[in-house]
């Protein structure tokens, strides 16, 4: 418990961070306010729907500042769909995992979908990515014989194939947004350049370990070894186990599923950022859309917060600076904070259903966060009660 409230520390300073680096420059005095309602928009302040309305039509930014005035607006109905999506996305995520995890263990929907449910839960509220490990280690829990390294090494492969697709998208919309703002395209393009090399990088590595255990073990030991004898060989134990997990990956064909699923998935996430973009007006296409989602997965290679608290909406919000929409745009507040929100009551709702039912225990998520390279090499028994 004292390790998971240091990691929880920690967490919370980055939050601190981005908080900080986000909403510092935000005009706090006009998104606060009594929200209204004025036909299907939710109204704060001055803000003028029907302006913004024709702001949005003419791609104008400046005239949707104005059309803000001291507060923002929401056209409520273009969130229903966004839910929707929100609902396709989690089960696109659930299917998409089982053709990586089926080699190693094959679960019914059922229980899939409820270790799918509390994993992407923690994975969103839970600071250092340790959500990452709630997943295997259910699976672990709920199997016979199962290791948590061969589990985990799915989750990997998942984390792989998510960078080099998101880095991809982004290096390539990037070059077909507007320059408004030279320097945040500047950086981004630099970001999605060194995000691309780190996921090929892996990729390369996952592809090598895939077919070359025994040498890439062997490397390991002949560089790390020699500098740091007892540290490489606690290194070696986990990877030893974690590269025999690799080697569990399933036939090409159903790899190929994986990867169109994955394609499809991210997709639909971009679909879900637009429909939010238009729903509180954004001059925003939909090649800005993919570059917000893109935007947000790089920016989680950081060590994320609790809750992803100030880095979600801080990278979401970054490509807006392209469309003359930045951080001091009340609209564009507004929008990050509600994806943000929406998100994490979607995902909490989901994983808190069967926590709720008593079909998983909460403190089988933090026995999770607290996994360390010696517990992951070790069967334990089974069982997820």
């Known amino acids: 418990m004292s390790r998971l409230i240091i990691r929880t520390a920690i967490g919370l300073a980055i939050g601190a961070f981005f908080v900080w680096l986000s909403a510092r420059g935000w005009p706090m005095d006009r998104l606060a306010g009594v929200p209204t309602l004025s036909g299907p928009h939710l109204v704060v302040g001055s803000a003028d729907p029907a302006a913004l ?76 990515r340790l959500g990452e490990l709630v997943r295997p280690y259910l699976v672990k829990r709920a199997t016979d014989g199962v290791r948590m390294t061969a589990v985990l090494s799915t989750v990997v492969v998942e984390r792989v194939a998510d960078g080099v697709t998101v880095s991809l998208v982004l290096f390539g919309v990037l070059f077909a947004l507007p320059a408004s703002d030279p320097s945040t395209s500047l950086a981004l393009r630099g970001g999605a350049v060194a995000a691309l090399a780190v996921f090929l990088g892996a990729t390369v590595l996952l592809i090598g370990a895939r077919w070359q255990h025994q040498r890439t073990v062997r490397i390991v030991e002949l560089t790390l070894g020699r500098l740091l004898p007892g540290l490489a060989h606690r290194i070696v134990d986990i990877l030893d186990a974690f590269l025999k997990g690799l080697r569990s990956l ?126 992951l090499s070790v069967d334990t028994e089974a069982a997820l009660t």
Not at 58 to 85: E, N, Q, T
Not at 104 to 120: K, P, Q, S, Y
Request: hydrophobic letters at 55%; aromatic letters at 14%.
């Open 53 to 128: 309305d024709a702001a949005w039509r003419s791609s104008d930014a400046a005239a949707l500042r104005a059309a803000a005035g001291d507060g923002w607006a929401v056209d409520l109905p273009w969130i229903l769909p966004y839910l929707l999506v929100l609902t396709i996305i989690h089960f696109l995520r659930v299917i998409r995992w089982k053709p990586l995890l089926d080699p190693i263990v094959e679960l019914d929907f059922r229980t899939h979908n409820r270790i799918g449910a509390v994993g992407f839960m923690a994975m969103f509220i839970m600071p250092l």
């Open 250 to 375: 399933p036939t090409v064909r159903a790899f190929a599923w994986f990867i169109f699923l994955t394609l499809v998935y991210w997709g639909v996430n971009g679909i879900g950022v637009w429909l939010m973009a238009r729903a509180f007006w954004l001059p925003v296409d939909l090649l800005g859309a993919y570059a917000m989602m893109a935007c947000v997965v790089v920016g989680m290679m950081i060590p994320n917060s609790p809750g992803n608290v100030g880095s979600f909406w801080y990278f979401l919000m970054l490509p807006l600076a392209l469309y003359g929409s930045g951080h001091g745009s009340t609209q564009a507040i507004a929008f990050g904070i509600t994806v943000w929100l929406l998100q994490l009551l979607q995902q909490g709702i989901f994983g808190a259903w069967y926590m709720v039912r008593g079909q998983v225990a909460w403190r089988r998520v933090l026995e999770a966060a607290n996994e360390d390279t010696t517990s």
